[in-house]
């Protein structure tokens, strides 16, 4: 949920400004809207230097930087410069240059070369690979019918000299980087202090300076629940405050308050951007469907295990937040597969121990279909699919409705009460209908009233101020962009059933591929193991790539087109000592 913010105003003579600013950084939970680029000379000077810093511990950090990157891309080319001149062999440049004799350098595709032309000129092979003949005519050349090369700029020895001569700058240039990261604690706290006075100084130049420049004017965001805290350290600043409840108008910063669970998806809303803050927290709708989405996309148990150990396992490397998440989408990516009765792309609700548990009776069944009353038959996975899609738009369309309610009041928002009973309570009514608990009289009845309340909200009551006629326009106009979105918004959550079905049918064909090679046994078991290794080690790459990309498609796209959601917030950033997360 979005936390509600108090906006302090602050006023303060100039010269105290510097000691205002230090003593909010200590406090460290106020928002002080500051400029997005550097205002004067002397802001670029200090961004430049922390950016000079944090490339100087990169370079040290990777034990490469921009002159070391220079070295080998010299070296490359002395290679590349070497493999050229090799086919020519080794000469004496100073004995052909005290003999005076002329040399003249050609190259020819094996084929193209005339036996004649020895007889001609004085040539003499230097390579024949049986592709290309290289060659060289001592003495004139006039009247042959080839173009001739220039001379190698370098003979073989030397290039050799070269290649060897910059190995070594590179290999003690190398060790020099090297021997510098016990300079990296001090480089490391010197970008700290520079970061902290880009920070106060741009943090100074957001003041609105007033009374001749003997004034400075500061507008800060302190989270409610904080605000106590926050006041009791406002006892030694040396400035004049005042507080309010922040509104809308005052484009405060949007601070999330969710739990442990929630918290760790605050990384995917933050992809899209914050909400406005008479907006809704999507985070918790991102946690559960995310979540629910990404594991019907993966659709195996086995590769959830997989997911599920690497989280565990990879927790020092990856992080804590990252970790925790990835264990959490292995965990569900289990449950949804064994649901799905599928481990590593075999059906396991015909083991026997499965079925001896009864775990089978929680599949998805495998030897039916599900079959839709005047529709056919068809995959359960993809009327599950299908079903979370209408689901998921529903509550999309329902929480756009009561976000409306709270900013505009219910008749302000009976148009958008009309598009969800609408969508949801005819979704409901269809749902009933087809499990058999409406009869054909009852869902005639429930289909007239729900059609009937909603065409009054979405063309007559859309808008009590206006004119019905108007609202009737903009009706008409709404329904036209609904009805034909929602059919597409609806049916792009098939991508759930076909990515879980292709990589299903994948791991499937690697299983086949590897009894295939294994045989009779023997040395076809090596074979067997490392064919279903690296099989389904791609199989899960591409799995948890998709698992990723789609699901948030759908919740940034579908749900949020049907929410009415728009990130054009922005992250609450206090002004602190710690500017890791500014």
Not at 261 to 281: A, H, I, K, N, Q
Not at 282 to 290: A, N
Request: hydrophobic share 45%; charged share 20%; proline share 3%.
């Amino acid at each position: 949920m979005i936390e509600r913010m108090t906006k302090y105003s602050f006023v303060l003579l100039s010269s105290q400004k510097e000691e205002f600013l230090e003593r909010l950084q200590q406090l460290g939970v106020v928002d002080i809207t500051r400029s997005e680029k550097p205002v004067d000379d002397r802001s670029a000077a200090l961004l430049a230097e922390a950016e000079m810093l944090s490339r100087e511990i990169a370079d040290i950090s990777a034990g490469c930087d921009s002159h070391l990157t220079e070295l080998r891309s010299g070296l490359a080319e002395l290679l590349k410069e070497r493999d050229e001149i090799a086919p020519w062999g080794s000469w004496d440049r100073d004995l052909l240059e005290q003999t005076g004799l002329d040399l003249h350098f050609y190259t020819v595709d094996a084929k193209r070369f005339d036996p004649e032309w020895p007889q001609q000129f004085a040539i003499q092979k230097v390579s024949d690979d049986g592709r290309k003949v290289r060659f060289v005519i001592v003495g004139s050349a006039d009247g042959f019918p080839l173009r001739e090369l220039p001379a190698p700029a370098l003979t073989l020895r030397e290039a050799d000299a070269a290649v060897d001569e910059k190995e070594r700058e590179i290999a003690l240039y190398s060790k020099t980087l090297k021997g510098r990261s016990s300079e990296l604690p001090a480089l490391k706290a010197a970008l700290a202090a520079k970061k902290e006075e880009v920070s106060r100084y741009l943090a100074g130049l957001s003041g609105e300076s007033a009374a001749a420049d003997m004034l400075v004017v500061f507008e800060g965001f302190v989270p409610e629940a904080e605000s106590e805290s926050f006041e009791a350290g406002l006892a030694e600043l040396p400035a004049v405050w005042f507080k309010d409840a922040a509104t809308v108008e005052d484009k405060p910063p949007v601070k999330f308050r969710n739990n442990s669970f929630v918290e760790l998806f605050e990384v995917l809303t933050d992809m899209y951007g914050r909400p406005s803050y008479d907006g809704f927290d999507p985070t918790p709708f991102i946690s559960i469907f995310f979540t629910l989405f990404f594991a019907f996309c993966m659709g195996d148990a086995g590769y959830g295990l997989v997911l599920l150990l690497l989280g565990v396992l990879l927790k020092g490397a990856l992080g804590r937040q990252t970790s925790a998440l990835v264990v959490i989408l292995g965990a569900a990516t289990f449950l949804i597969g064994f649901v799905f009765h599928s481990f590593f792309s075999l059906d396991i609700s015909q083991w026997g121990f499965i079925r001896e548990l009864g775990l089978h009776r929680i599949m998805v069944p495998s030897d039916s279909q599900c079959v839709v009353p005047g529709m056919g038959a068809y995959d359960w996975n993809m009327i599950i699919a299908l079903a979370c899609g209408v689901v998921h738009i529903a509550l999309a369309q329902f929480t756009k409705a009561c976000v409306e309610t709270r900013n505009k009041g219910f008749l302000g928002s009976l148009g958008t009460w009309g598009w969800t009973l609408l969508i949801v309570g005819g979704s409901a009514v269809g749902t009933f209908a087809l499990l058999g608990v409406f009869d054909s009289d009852i869902t005639k009845t429930a289909i007239i009233i729900v059609g009937i309340i909603s065409a009054l909200c979405i063309f007559l009551l859309r808008d009590i101020h206006k004119n019905p006629l108007a609202n009737i326009g903009s009706g008409l106009w709404e329904t036209y962009n609904t009805a034909t979105g929602l059919l597409s918004d609806v049916l792009s959550y098939l991508r759930l059933y076909a990515l879980g079905l292709a990589g299903g049918l994948l791991g499937g064909a690697f299983n086949n591929l590897a009894v295939m090679v294994r045989g009779d046994g023997g040395a076809g078991w090596i074979w067997f193991v490392v064919l279903l290794l690296i099989g389904h080690v791609l199989n899960i790459a591409m799995c948890a790539l998709s698992a990723f990309v789609h699901p948030l498609r759908l919740n940034f796209l579908e749900f949020f087109k049907n929410s009415g959601y728009e990130g054009i917030g922005r992250k609450y950033t206090p002004l602190s000592k710690d500017n890791s997360n500014n």
